[in-house]
């Protein structure tokens, strides 16, 4: 079953969709990306994703290659040409096709992708269940909090995970949680959520953002603070938030289980609050 997927203006079947082996995504991973849900035909927290697009080009000096209401179309009109109901859109723009140098080129045009991705997300076993997860050191580069295509140690920390019979991997630096492979990463204690403060040593999540406001006005305790993997093992709960999981929960961490090992009432609920509230302003 061929999609169809967008590269630079052009509709195509993913057969015909090429970009060049000199593209400094390919290169460099020199390039950004942002992954956008789809519930029922609509595009969750689509301007968060966008804003923090254009920041993540900004960081970078990219020329920014789209505006707000050029990309909606994109989204929309893939995934009418796909039939998409539920799932998501991936998105990636890199600075483009330049003979290789560690200069960025001075003339490159931004060359952008995006594609579907059919996947039924708000009903996830995963959810149901909830996540076992394991720690492991953060060895990514110091800048998380620009969403760039370097994934290969993430890769590494989810197959470490899947080695040890776990999901996924929370990673540590300095002795605190920075967040997991691909979600923002929270405990529970006496009622209190806490989850680590933003700054370049994570990625500020979209779901992150939503979810502490819903927590907020749901007049939950929250602490943005970084906390120790000894804390995450003695929590009463945990759980994590990306755009494709919304909140899933976490139920041992390390071979330990937290509370009673079955997905917690504070996840769950922030859950339910979080497909609720997003989806009154998807569009
Ligand atoms: N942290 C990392 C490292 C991620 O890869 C992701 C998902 N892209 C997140 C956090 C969650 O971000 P968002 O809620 O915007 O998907």
């Excluded at 169809?4 to 057969?15: A, F, K, Q, S, W």
């Excluded at 942002?34 to 254009?54: A, N, P, Q």
């Excluded at 080009?57 to 009418?80: F, G, K, Q, V, Y």
């Excluded at 890199?94 to 997300?121: I, N």
């Amino acid at each position: 079953m061929s999609r169809i997927v967008y590269v630079n203006g052009d509709y195509l079947p993913e057969e015909e969709a090429k970009v060049s082996v000199f593209d400094r995504g390919f290169l460099m991973a020199d390039a950004v990306y942002e992954v956008t849900s789809v519930i029922g035909g609509k595009l969750i927290d689509f301007d968060g994703h966008f804003t923090r697009l254009c920041r993540s080009l900004s960081e970078l000096e990219m020329d920014n290659p789209t505006d707000r209401d050029a990309l909606l179309a994109i989204h929309r009109e893939l995934l009418a040409r796909n039939g998409v109901v539920d799932g998501l859109v991936y998105l990636q723009v890199s600075r483009g096709v330049a003979d290789r140098d560690f200069a960025y080129p001075e003339d490159a045009a931004p060359s952008m992708v995006l594609f579907t991705q059919t996947k039924q997300l708000a009903d996830s076993p995963a959810a149901k269940k909830g996540l076992r997860v394991i720690t492991i050191p953060d060895q990514r580069w110091a800048r998380r909090d620009i969403k760039t295509v370097q994934l290969l140690y993430p890769s590494m920390g989810k197959m470490a995970a899947k080695k040890a019979g776990a999901d996924d991997a929370w990673m540590v630096e300095d002795g605190h949680v920075t967040e997991g492979t691909s979600n923002n990463a929270y405990i529970v204690k006496g009622g209190r959520i806490i989850t680590r403060h933003l700054g370049n040593e994570i990625l500020a999540g979209i779901t992150r953002a939503a979810v502490l406001r819903f927590a907020r006005e749901a007049q939950m305790e929250l602490e943005e603070r970084a906390f120790t993997p000894d804390e995450a093992r003695a929590a009463d709960e945990a759980f994590v938030t990306s755009a494709t999981t919304f909140v899933t929960p976490v139920i041992e961490i390390d071979g330990v289980a937290l509370g009673d090992g079955t997905p917690g009432p504070v996840a769950r609920r922030l859950r339910e609050i979080y497909l609720d509230e997003s989806l009154k302003t998807a569009v």
